[in-house]
């Protein structure tokens, strides 16, 4: 069952920002630790960054760390990916999903890895 939907990618030339939004209920917001992901072609999906909106926790993987912002819209229920100084190497289908775990390394390393209840996702591009 998926319960999140995102949107917002785009093409973008390297060093540029996007702002990817992750839509979902304010009870799963309040309740759940979300998720961002990423997948590139040939390559596995990979956790980018979560928030626990419960106890304000993020994490961000390192390739991220620096340039990646997660972050909730208080006003309405959405989760967004905030993505500055992008890179080549971040183009990638991006995706949110609510997490099964608590927000760490393990938890969306977890995440990643189970096939089930992902969404469409949106497409990042960055390339000159």
């Known amino acids: 069952q998926v319960q999140t939907v995102e949107s917002g990618g785009g093409l973008v030339q390297p060093g540029g920002s996007l702002r990817l939004s992750c839509a979902a209920s304010?009870?799963?917001?309040?309740?759940?630790?979300i998720g961002w992901f990423r997948q590139a072609p040939g390559k596995e999906r990979e956790g980018v960054s979560c928030?626990?909106?419960?106890?304000?926790?993020?994490y961000y993987v390192d390739s991220v760390k620096g340039r990646f912002t997660i972050s909730r819209d208080n006003d309405k229920p959405t989760v967004y990916l905030q993505m500055d100084s992008l890179k080549p190497e971040d183009t990638a289908v991006y995706y949110c999903?609510?997490?099964?775990?608590?927000?760490?390394?393990?938890?969306?390393?977890?995440?990643?890895?189970?096939?089930?209840?992902w969404g469409q996702g949106t497409q990042v591009i960055v390339s000159s």
């Open positions: 999903a609510v997490l099964r775990h608590y927000c760490t390394a393990y938890g969306v390393r977890i995440r990643a890895l189970q096939n089930d209840s």
């Open positions: 304010e009870a799963i917001l309040d309740y759940y630790a």
């Open positions: 928030l626990s909106s419960s106890d304000a926790t993020t």
